[in-house]
């Protein structure tokens, strides 16, 4: 397997408060990776670090070798795609423009090539999205929106996939089919990052799970062996029950 | 998608129909009945009529309209707001502010180049310079940060404008208020010429980027994820839509709303894809212009209205109607 991001004691700063604390991580092709822990716990700053928004304030973060804030924009973006929690639209963009947009990276002039069609049209079907091409984006719901988002970012063609929180807004049966996908994806060779809030669909498909705590990776592994009661407790303050299902794989109850 | 290459070029034989149509109307129309084939021949006055007065000043209105329209299109999808104007960044309050300069210091002409409209174009430029300058961040800049600026700027040109109104005496008042309101001159056809070479290398540009425009419509973070380079596309948007704002405005004056009622009535019609957008827009701004200045030419004959307020007045309930007719949904 080989190395796609490789970060070395990163660290990110906003003014004086170190919201990533140094971290070391490896990451490979085909892996699914899972990034939990509490609000403000530096999920979503390590992902933006991941996809080469920000620069490290110290250390490095490596995308194949070279610092990933200094790819060349374009050619990054033909590797890596990036799924936001919804962007806002203030213009009627149709849904189908929208996906449109992942294209932008493969670009061969101002109209859309033949591939490009073919490939909005894949990532609609992919998210079951096709009916829904001629709506206007605005006017979709909350889960309708992020499965555009995520079609957009299908359409990039990309071998890295980072989602933030992707499973918001998604009722159960489309979190259920979105987590398939994404395991899918992994399998076929892509590698997904997402951060999540849910423990179980979390241990139910990822191959890996980072448990983030105060700017800091408190666990990496195994969702399997990551996920035990002390822990959870110990950084999520709420009582857990940790259970097993048939296949093995934890399942968790919380409350007070 | 056959269905959409057949609605874009449907759209832009349309526009250019308008436009041609209301450049026609333009140079025929007038307090004056212009009987074409004696101009032509080179009979006076209406040789005079057509080629001193009437075609001059339909020119510069079908290139004002232009440019104010598209130079709006071009700073709603940079600032990511539907309301934003050529004006939003402050570039005509800067040319504005140059042009009252000019008037209160009394910069006569040179060459056959007005004062007002050269220091008018330096007022735009520095504008465009400050606020950039103002707005970037170690390098960065970022729509809000634009948008918070041009505010800014604005604000204080507008207050030393009327700073200066109040200093200058009576006459140059007259001329400031003047200048202020906004109106169509025939121009030379030199500073027409000169207008041409200057926009349209900048109006092909515009129009070459707009899948570009279209994702930084979107959000900057939305932009550099699909491999956009956006603080490089902000500048250039700027400094395009600027430049086409500054120069019309140095001769015109500030013409209020066409920038923002275009744009707007076409998004209602053909969605926010700027490929189409854009260009529909520049021929459409370019056809309201130079209709609206037919009736500023002829409603009150033989006082002339300025434009800008037969922009708003005609463009207003006409846009108000247009609000009111759309079909479901809420595009703006």
């Known amino acids: 397997m080989s190395s796609l991001f490789q970060l070395e004691n990163a660290s990110v700063k906003y003014g004086e408060a170190e919201v990533l604390k140094p971290v070391s991580l490896t990451v490979h092709a085909g892996e699914f990776i899972a990034i939990a822990g509490p609000n403000g716990a530096g999920k979503s700053t390590l992902l933006s670090l991941l996809a ?124 259920v089919q979105l987590h398939q996908l994404l395991r899918d994806l992994s399998r076929k060779g892509l590698l997904i990052v997402a951060v999540t809030h849910d423990l179980n669909l979390a241990a139910a498909y990822a191959t890996r799970l980072l448990l ?45 | 998608m056959e269905n959409k290459s057949a609605r874009w070029a449907f759209a832009l034989i349309f526009s250019v129909s308008a436009m041609i149509i209301s450049g026609l109307i333009a140079v025929l129309a007038g307090s004056h009945h212009l009987n074409l084939t004696r101009a032509l021949h080179g009979v006076s006055p209406d040789h005079e009529i057509l080629m001193e007065l009437r075609l001059p000043r339909a020119l510069l209105a079908l290139w004002t309209g232009g440019a104010l329209s598209l130079s709006g299109v071009l700073f709603q999808a940079l600032l990511r707001n539907p309301l934003a104007t050529p004006d939003t960044l402050g570039v005509s309050s800067g040319a504005s502010l140059g042009a009252v300069l000019a008037i209160f210091f009394g910069w ?167 490929r189409i957008l854009a260009p529909c827009s520049f021929l459409l701004g370019a056809a309201f212009v130079a209709i609206c200045d037919v009736f500023a030419r002829t409603i009150l004959a033989p006082v002339e209205i300025p434009v800008g307020v037969i922009t708003a007045l005609l463009g207003g309930p006409f846009f108000i109607w247009m609000l009111r007719s759309r079909r479901a949904g809420i595009r703006i």
């Open chain 1, 52 to 175: 080469g928004l920000n620069a490290p304030s110290s250390g490095t973060c490596r995308f194949v070798n070279t610092p990933a804030h200094k790819w060349p924009r374009r050619d990054f973006a033909r590797r890596v795609a990036v799924v936001q929690q919804s962007e806002p639209s203030v213009f009627p963009f149709t849904a189908e423009e929208v996906v449109c947009m992942g294209r932008m990276p493969h670009r061969k002039g101002m109209y859309e090539s033949e591939e490009d069609h073919v490939a909005v049209a894949k990532a609609l079907d992919t998210t079951g999205m096709t009916a829904f091409a001629q709506r206007e984006f605005r006017t979709l719901s909350g889960g309708e929106k992020q499965r555009i988002l995520l079609a957009s970012a299908l359409a990039q063609s990309p071998e890295v996939l980072l989602l933030d929180e992707p499973a918001a807004h998604l009722d159960l049966q489309h979190q």
């Open chain 1, 212 to 256: 983030m705590h105060e700017g800091r990776i408190r666990a990496d592994g195994m969702p399997a062996s990551v996920l035990n009661s002390d822990l959870l407790q110990e950084v999520f303050h709420v009582h857990i029950e940790l259970h097993r299902r048939a296949s093995g794989q934890p399942w968790l109850l919380y409350g007070e």
């Open chain 2, 108 to 274: 006569g002409a040179r060459g056959g180049i007005s004062g007002v409209s050269v220091a008018a174009c330096v007022g735009a430029a520095a504008v465009l310079v400050l606020v950039v300058s103002v707005s970037s961040d170690r390098g960065k800049v970022s729509s809000i940060g634009l948008l918070l600026a041009g505010i800014t700027i604005n604000v204080i040109c507008g207050a030393a404008i009327v700073f200066l109104a109040n200093l200058v005496g009576f006459l140059k008042s007259f001329a400031v208020t003047r200048w202020l309101m906004g109106g169509l001159d025939p121009p030379e056809y030199s500073t027409l010429l000169w207008l041409t070479i200057l926009l349209t290398p900048v109006v092909l540009l515009v129009l070459w980027h707009g899948r570009e425009w279209n994702v930084l419509a979107v959000g900057d973070t939305w932009a550099a994820t699909r491999g956009l380079s956006t603080t490089r596309l902000l500048l250039l948007g700027c400094i395009a839509g600027s430049i086409l704002t500054g120069a019309v405005t140095a001769l015109t004056g500030p013409i209020g709303f066409v920038g923002l009622i275009i744009p707007h009535a076409l998004r209602m019609w053909l969605g926010a894809d700027h």
